[in-house]
């Protein structure tokens, strides 16, 4: 259990539709990044927010937008859905280190979300 | 700009040696990961490198070429469970995680 919690698990929902994505870190965790699955992309990175403030975008679409709310958790918002941003959605954060000092992305179980 | 290649998919016997390689050309680099990934789950750290060598943690050994922008991963005693996607990944710039990762290296395990 990497401790970082994301709701839904998985969602379906129409084209044109909006959908919010959850994620909640770990105690103590102020990063959290977004990244994105489709099949014939890979994972892309979208967007991150420190302690509440934006401080990365990615290859982030227009249609979506993220926050970090006080408590430390964040949510997605994606908008105006269509069939291609079916694909898995991961939140991440970094506290964990390497023995060498590195800073390593600790992955939640992430979001499946189908756009029919 | 930034590109991170990797073969697609490899098939290797119980208990052989599986080598998974990634060549990356990007914009800046500090630090190559390796990521396991078993289908539908989150990207679970592997390994990581950021300087020239061999990394041996277990089963498992990364080794990296910065001059090259070549990496590879070693899974030695392959096992049933070892059958995921291998992903690996460049961090561009020190202090941030905003990685950019290949597509994915599917290993099949079989007995």
């Known amino acids: 259990d990497s401790g970082v919690t994301q709701t839904p698990k998985h969602l379906i929902t129409a084209t044109g539709q909006r959908v919010t994505l959850r994620c909640s870190p770990r105690s103590g965790d102020l990063s959290v990044y977004w990244y994105q699955q489709s099949l014939d992309q890979g994972l892309q990175f979208l967007i991150h927010y420190y302690n509440g403030e934006e401080r990365a975008k990615g290859n982030i679409l227009e249609r979506f937008s993220a926050q970090q709310f006080p408590d430390l958790h964040s949510e997605l918002n994606l908008s105006s859905l269509e069939l291609g941003d079916s694909a898995l959605y991961f939140c991440a954060t970094s506290r964990y280190r390497t023995a060498s000092g590195a800073n390593v992305l600790t992955f939640g179980a992430g979001s499946r979300l189908t756009v029919l | 700009g930034q590109n991170i290649d990797q073969p697609t998919e490899m098939t290797a016997t119980e208990g052989a040696i599986v080598q998974i390689n990634c060549t990356y050309q990007?914009?800046?680099?500090?630090?190559l990961f390796w990521y396991q990934q078993h289908a539908g789950e989150a990207p679970t750290f592997l390994s990581y490198?950021?300087?020239?060598g061999l990394e041996e943690k277990g089963r498992f050994s990364s080794f990296l070429s910065r001059s090259k922008g070549y990496s590879y991963l070693l899974l030695k005693e392959l096992q049933m469970k070892d059958s995921a996607s291998y992903l690996c990944a460049v961090r561009r710039q020190y202090g941030n995680n905003r990685l950019a990762f290949g597509k994915g290296n599917q290993v099949v395990v079989i007995p």
């Open positions: 490198n950021v300087l020239d």
């Open positions: 990007t914009s800046g680099f500090n630090g």
